[in-house]
């Protein structure tokens, strides 16, 4: 099994596996695997996105910890979708002081 993953807020760009044909097979759903593509469509859909902060809708963008009561940004409706606008699957490494987005391949062992 190899992946492929951007310095691009860690997004999944491809994940390839051994099959029985000539080579092996992709498995995401990602489309391309460009950058490019990722960017565009990352806001909409997720596909390839690592979760960071918060991994799913809090409804009405607002919750309660320990008596203290926190309103976050919405960006899907009237909810905060996988860490708002700006979440980790859009953190860019220049944002971070660490270079350009570019692909690493792993090959987990």
Same mark, same amino acid.
Request: aromatic letters at 4%.
């Given at each position: 099994m !190899?992946?492929?993953v951007l =310095?691009? &807020? /860690?997004?999944?760009?491809? *994940?390839?596996v051994p099959s029985k044909g000539a080579g092996p097979e992709? *498995? =995401?759903l990602n489309g391309t695997g460009d950058l /490019?593509?990722?960017?565009? #469509?990352? /806001?909409? !859909?997720y596909f390839g996105a690592t979760p &960071? #902060? *918060? /991994?799913?809708?809090?409804?009405?963008?607002?919750?309660s910890l320990d008596g203290a009561s926190y309103s976050l940004a919405c960006n899907n409706g009237p909810n905060h979708l996988h860490g708002g606008p700006g979440g980790f699957s =859009? *953190?860019?490494p220049r944002r971070l002081g660490h270079g350009r987005a570019?692909?690493?391949s792993v090959v987990p062992r």
């Open positions: !190899t992946a492929d =310095t691009y &807020g /860690a997004n999944l760009l491809s *994940v390839r992709e *498995v =995401t /490019a593509d990722v960017i565009e #469509r990352g /806001a909409s !859909t &960071g #902060r *918060v /991994a799913n809708r809090i409804a009405e963008g607002k919750f =859009t *953190v860019s570019r692909p690493r």
